[in-house]
């Protein structure tokens, strides 16, 4: 169980319990490792241990946190928070909604001016083109920055036609 090497003076001590006339009387470091683990004997045959193990795989279910246990004024307190949050959140909800809703009215009441004005725009703009992608000009607004901020090596579309006829 215990194992010491010629090269160095840490002395190895593996998983196993150790008695008192086990341990070593030498004064140097011990370095624990961990040894590989030994079933605990059971009662019950493999087949059976099968047919549990796959039950208790079909039945688990999802793994519910520990329910807290607090005093009275802590739970009150718990609850408050729990609360303020939940209402902060539905505001939060609420007003997203709504700036989606105007943007989306904003938009809808540009292309009706557009479409009263001048139908050809109109057409133009509403013009479904087919195998198109974003182009990487195209910025959508987001609420965090991009990981890359800059395309150093960016030639656009019509650059790469003109040189490739040179």
């Known amino acids: 169980m215990l194992r010491s090497s010629a090269k160095s003076s840490i002395q190895t001590l593996s ?7 086990q341990i070593p009387s030498k004064s140097g470091p011990i370095q624990f490792v ?15 241990q099968k047919i549990i193990t796959q039950l ?28 303020a949050w939940g209402v902060y959140q539905k505001d939060k909800r ?41 182009p990487l000009e195209f910025r959508i607004p987001t609420h965090f920055p991009p990981n890359k901020v800059w395309y150093y090596d960016y030639v656009p579309k019509d650059e790469t036609k003109t040189t490739k006829e040179n």
Request: proline residues 2%; hydrophobic residues 35%; aromatic residues 4%.
């Open 15 to 21: 998983r196993g319990f150790l008695s008192a006339e």
């Open 34 to 48: 961990r040894g590989k683990r030994t079933k605990k004997v059971s009662s019950i045959s493999p087949q059976t």
């Open 56 to 83: 208790s795989v079909l039945s688990a279910r999802k793994k519910v946190p520990r329910v807290l246990k607090l005093s009275n004024e802590d739970l009150v307190r718990h609850d408050a928070v729990q609360r």
């Open 94 to 134: 609420i007003k997203n909604k709504s700036d989606l809703a105007k943007q989306y009215e904003a938009m809808n009441n540009a292309m009706t001016d557009l479409k009263s004005t001048n139908r050809e725009l109109y057409d133009l703009a509403n013009v479904r083109e087919v195998n198109k992608k974003f």
